[in-house]
Each structure stands twice: as structure tokens, then as C-alpha cells.
């Protein structure tokens, strides 16, 4: 009974970040058909510039969380313009020159900050307990932070003008050239937002999470994972893929005995799963980009 | 394509090919420190790596993000049989062709259904796996340390003779050599063996009917199935081979290292490859070949002189930055379209069918 709480609970706030992870990489080949390699070093990106605005530049602790959300938004900016965009019309090219980049980010990380365990401090302190399940403050505050930002971010995708621009740039680039949209600049748009989103998975995590070089591995094939579980460029489908692996995770590692060191295996299963089962997702996708 | 079977251009591929079999054979002759006989074997090993690689994403345009899955198979089997059961270098060797070709089979039937970057990602997410399997068998596969104590290949029963041969021929009285520097030569001379060897069965393998019809799914794979090529059995089988010669290259550079450790298996490897295939140019064998081998000189023989510490980031940085500024300037590859410039397109005419490129 308390282990199948703990995976509720746990499950949640996995799921929370997972969302926000994943519908940046979603969004950003929904809208350029980029899929984006070094997606994972930007979650990565987040928390180390948060670490140093602690560290080396003296900031009081929300704005360092601040300032690590604006660099990873800063650095997909700069991946786009640098790196993806004199080669988007090439897909292969573009995962290898992303790859490219995923590899240098890391290394750079490894040559600034040492390969050893970094922390971070957390917004909110101490834990409180539902349903005798003990929850770190910090993990509460992930969940919430993760819930709004998507929950965000659907209602701008739905209602505004600018969700109703990238939504008809995924679906139909030429028609939206032809309606007088540059899908260059929204596309530079999505991956920004699409990195500050990471930054934000990343800098929330990190405070219950180790913060190290290696660290961009795993949220990159786990943002793989739910996209194509939920069907390459489905924003719906990222979101209910995402708490499906986001329980899944959770259950393999309460669930499991020692379950901690399957939980990475989780990623490469369902990829494979879903290409041999179902290539197209579990949501059919409307307006398919390729 | 006919053009290339002209016989004037088949001899003139033979003959660069023999120069440089023959320097590689007699280059050890000349070289004034040990320590450098290692890095030119490293060199072999990763022409091997870079060659197996490119006859199923070179060829077919579906590119292998997880190359390393199938050398860390191969190296790990070996590390795995010589602790358990101690068996013979060649007898592990066979192993660890069977294991990665193996895998190869596993991955590559669900990537038959996939195209563009789902294999990548599928590939990617494999190699993760592998990694991460390393970690959680730690008791046995020693994790981060890996697993010491592999002998060099001299010592096999099989390969020790011929590599004692070949070096005994090309290199002079190894006799008078302190032991770790006979074995690093004998070593040297199998590998030299193997990889000329690999790369020759590839390109044969690449100029065939075989070949072509590999070719023909990058160019359009609807029209290749529309005119009765098989193109699942096809990319199935490239992937088998692919993968068993990265397993048996594999094992040598961990016989060649006498440790294998999850550094086999990152994903570092795995671009490290692709980058030599890309700046070789894909698709022709002999590019991602000499691409591995110039690489490999260049990071070790020059970076490592001008006095960069090998453990510092300098060089993934230096590699990484590189890889993207080439992938961006000159897509084609570097080295492939020089040598064409040179030969009047004579060495890489086989490279690509006639007017597939600009």
C-alpha cells in the first residue's frame, strides 16, 4: 500500500517534469522537423548556470534559478542560429551537428565545473507527508512549477495568435508562408522557449538531483521515449505520454527491488516497443509534417 | 559506375592501395619511439570502426547513432570470457563477432520499419541501454575500472604466429625487443592484417550488386521497392554485417588496450565515428577509413605534442567544434572529394554512382 502511494505521488511530480521537457523537443520538431540532440544539455544547461549564479556571480537564489532559465532559453536561441539553421534542410545532418553540440556543451561543462557531484539549493526547505508518503518541499515545488508552465503553455498554444502561428506552421509550413509567416523565426521562437522549459526542468530538479556532466543522457532519451510514444510533434500526445513513463518510471523504481537501476532501461524499451508496435504513437497525429 | 570499371582506373585504385599497405607495413621500421606503434594500431582499429559503419549508414543513408553498442559488445564479451572462462584470444574473438552480430539482428529488424531520424534515435537509445547495462552488471563488467589484465594478441596460437611473421618480415629482429614492445608490434601487424583485410571485404562488398542495391535506398527507397529490390532483407543484412565487424573490431582494440572499460560503449565513441566517416566522406569505405586514420594520428601524434594534457576537455571540445563547422561547410566529407581532385576521380569513382552528386 505505501509503496503503491509512493509511486502515485512520486509519479506525479516525475510526470510534471517529464512534460516540460519533452514538449519543448515535441514543439520544435512539430514546427522545423528538427529534432533536436543536444535537447537534454539544455535541462543540463539550466541547472549548471544556476549553480554558478550561486557560486560565482553572488545571486540571491531565485534569480540564480532565474538566470539558469534564461541561459538554457538563451542557448537554444543560439543553437538555432549557430548550429541548426544552416543545415535544417537536412534532418541527418541537423541530429548530427546537434549531437555535435550535446557532446561540446558537455565537455565545456566537464572543463568549467570539474566532473565531480554539484548542488544546488532549494527554493523551499524541509518535507511534509501525504498519505504517510514523506515529499521533499522541493519535490512539491517541482511538480507545481511543472504543472503550470505546461498548463501555460497549452492555453498559449490554443488561444492566442502566437500559438495559432506555430500551430499552423506545424501543420502546414507552406501555407503559413504563404499567409505571411516566416517559419525560420518561429522556429527560433520555439527553440527558445522550448530550451528556457528545459532550463526550468532543470533547475527545479536539481536541488533533489545530482547535477553533473553525464546528466544530459537521460532526460534526452527520455524526451525521445515520450515523443515517440506519444506520436513525433503531438503536443497532446507529449503530455499523456509523458505521465504514462512518468508513473512507469516511478513504479520500476519503488516497484522493483533496487527498481533505481532499471529505471534508465525504461527510455530504450519503450522506443523500441512503440517502433515495432505502433510507429505512428499512441495519439495519431493530425496534420503530419513528414 | 561503368566508368569506373574501366580497367586504367582499377589499377590505378590498386596501386595507391598497395603504397599504402606497403607504408603501413614498413612505416614501424622508422619509427624512433614505442609509444607510437600503439597509436598507429589505434589508427587500424578505428579505420575498421569507421569502415563498418559507413556499409550500412554510408551506403543506405540510415544512420547508426549508436555504433559504440555494437564495439562495447564485442569488447565486453572478450573482457566477460577472458575473467570467467580464459579462453583463447581467437576462440573469444569469434564470441565476440557472434554477440555483436547478434545484436545487430535484434536492433536492426524493428529498424526496419523506421526512416530518417527514428532509426537514429532507436540506435542512440540502444547504445544508452548497453551503457547503462554496464553500470547496473557491475560485479562482472567492473563498471568505470572495466576489465584488465586482456592479453595483447601475440599471445594467440593462431594469430601470435602470423603476427610474429609479419613482423619478423616488415619490421626486422623483434628478439631483441623487451617484451611489452614485441608484443605491441606483433600486435600492431595483426591488426594492420584485419583491418586491411575488413576494409577490402567492405569495399568489394560495397562495388557489388549488393552494394548498389544498398545505395539505391538512399536514393529512393519507394522506387527501389517498386522495382523488386528487398529492401528490408537488404538493410537487415547490412546491419548484420555492420555490426559483427564492429564487434570484431571490437576486440581487438580491447586486446589492443588489454582492458575494456564503458568507455567502449559511450556515445562520445559513437559521434567520434561518425565524424571520422563524415569528414572521410560516407559512402565510400575507403573515405571513413583513411577519415579514422588521420583523425586518430591527428588527435594523438599532434595534439598530444603540443603538450595538450590527453585527460583534459581541449580535445572533445576541439573535435565536437570541428564535426559542426564541417558538417556545415562541406557536407560531402573532406577527404573523399580531395582525393577525387587529385586523381581525376579516379581512386573514389566508385564512390557514388555517376551524377548522384554536384
Known amino acids: ?290 | 559506375m561503368i566508368a569506373a570499371l574501366r580497367p586504367g582506373r582499377l589499377t590505378v585504385n590498386g596501386l595507391l592501395a598497395a603504397l599504402v599497405v606497403l607504408a603501413a607495413l614498413l612505416g614501424p621500421r622508422f619509427l624512433t619511439r614505442f609509444s607510437t606503434i600503439d597509436v598507429l594500431t589505434t589508427a587500424g582499429v578505428f579505420a575498421m570502426f569507421a569502415a563498418s559503419w559507413d556499409i550500412l549508414s554510408g551506403y543506405t543513408g540510415q544512420e547508426n547513432f549508436g555504433h559504440a553498442a555494437f564495439i562495447g559488445a564485442g569488447g565486453f564479451t572478450v573482457g566477460l570470457l577472458t575473467k570467467y572462462a580464459d579462453v583463447p584470444v581467437e576462440v573469444s574473438m569469434l564470441a565476440a563477432a557472434a554477440i555483436a552480430g547478434l545484436l545487430g539482428l535484434v536492433i536492426g529488424i524493428p529498424a526496419l520499419r523506421l526512416r530518417g531520424p527514428y532509426l537514429a534515435l532507436a540506435t542512440l537509445a540502444a547504445a544508452a541501454a548497453l551503457l547503462r547495462l554496464a553500470f547496473i552488471f557491475k560485479p562482472q563488467t567492473g563498471g568505470e575500472e572495466g576489465i584488465s589484465g586482456l592479453a595483447k594478441l601475440g599471445d594467440g596460437a593462431l594469430l601470435g604466429p602470423i603476427g610474429r611473421g609479419a613482423a619478423r618480415i616488415f619490421y626486422g629482429d623483434v628478439g631483441g625487443l623487451n617484451r611489452l614492445n614485441e608484443a605491441s608490434i606483433v600486435n600492431y601487424y595483426v591488426v594492420l592484417l584485419a583491418a586491411t583485410s575488413m576494409v577490402a571485404v567492405l569495399a568489394a562488398y560495397g562495388a557489388s550488386k549488393r552494394g548498389l542495391l544498398l545505395r539505391s535506398i538512399q536514393q529512393d527507397e519507394t522506387a527501389a521497392l517498386a522495382s523488386g529490390v528487398s529492401t528490408a532483407s537488404l538493410k537487415v543484412a547490412a546491419f548484420v554485417v555492420s555490426s559483427t565487424l564492429a564487434g570484431i573490431a571490437g576486440s581487438l582494440w580491447v586486446h589492443t588496450l588489454t582492458q575494456v572499460n564503458i568507455d567502449t560503449l559511450r556515445v562520445d565513441l559513437s559521434l567520434l565515428i561518425i565524424v571520422m566517416a563524415v569528414i572521410g566522406g560516407a559512402g565510400s569505405i575507403v573515405g571513413p577509413a583513411i577519415g579514422a586514420v588521420i583523425i586518430v594520428l591527428l588527435q594523438d601524434l599532434v595534439l598530444d605534442r603540443l603538450g595538450i594534457d590527453p585527460g583534459s576537455q581541449v580535445k572533445p571540445m576541439l573535435f565536437s567544434a570541428l564535426l559542426i563547422v564541417v558538417m556545415i561547410v562541406r557536407p560531402k566529407g573532406l577527404v573523399v572529394p580531395l582525393l577525387r581532385r587529385l586523381s581525376g576521380r579516379a581512386v573514389i569513382a566508385r564512390a557514388r554512382p555517376e551524377g548522384a552528386d554536384g
Open chain 1, 1 to 290: 500500500m505505501d509503496v503503491l502511494v509512493e509511486i502515485l505521488v512520486r509519479g506525479a511530480q516525475t510526470s510534471a517534469v517529464l512534460a516540460l521537457l519533452a514538449l519543448g523537443f515535441s514543439l520544435v520538431y512539430g514546427v522545423g522537423g528538427v529534432v533536436n540532440l543536444a535537447h537534454g544539455s539544455l535541462f543540463m544547461v539550466g541547472a549548471y548556470a544556476a549553480v554558478a549564479g550561486v557560486t560565482t556571480l553572488g545571486l540571491p537564489l531565485w534569480l540564480a534559478y532565474a538566470f539558469g532559465v534564461a541561459v538554457a532559453g538563451a542557448s537554444g536561441a543560439v543553437l538555432y542560429l549557430l548550429i541548426v539553421r544552416p543545415v535544417r534542410r537536412d534532418p541527418l545532418t541537423v541530429l548530427i551537428v546537434t549531437l555535435g553540440a550535446a557532446i561540446f556543451i558537455a565537455a565545456l561543462v566537464r572543463f568549467l565545473f570539474g566532473t565531480a557531484n554539484r548542488g544546488l539549493g532549494g527554493l523551499v526547505g524541509g518535507s511534509f507527508s501525504i498519505f504517510g508518503v514523506r515529499v521533499q518541499q522541493t519535490r512539491m515545488l517541482a511538480f507545481v512549477v511543472g504543472v503550470l508552465a505546461v498548463g501555460l503553455l497549452l492555453a498559449v498554444l490554443r488561444k492566442t495568435a502566437a500559438g495559432r502561428i506555430v500551430r499552423a506552421v506545424a501543420q502546414d509550413p507552406e501555407a503559413a508562408i504563404l499567409m505571411g509567416i516566416d517559419p525560420g523565426r518561429v522556429l527560433l521562437a520555439v527553440m527558445t522557449i522550448g530550451g528556457a522549459l528545459a532550463g526550468l526542468a532543470g533547475v527545479t530538479t536539481a536541488p533533489f538531483e545530482a547535477v553533473f556532466p553525464d546528466m544530459w543522457l537521460r532526460p534526452l532519451t527520455m524526451a525521445f521515449a515520450i515523443v515517440i510514444l506519444g506520436g513525433l510533434g503531438s503536443v497532446e500526445g507529449t503530455v499523456l505520454a509523458a505521465v504514462l513513463l512518468g508513473f512507469l518510471d516511478r513504479a520500476v523504481a519503488f516497484g522493483l527491488p533496487s527498481g533505481e537501476r532499471y529505471v534508465d532501461l525504461i527510455a530504450v524499451l519503450v522506443i523500441l516497443g512503440t517502433l515495432v508496435v505502433r510507429p505512428q504513437g499512441i495519439v495519431a497525429r493530425a496534420g503530419a509534417h513528414h
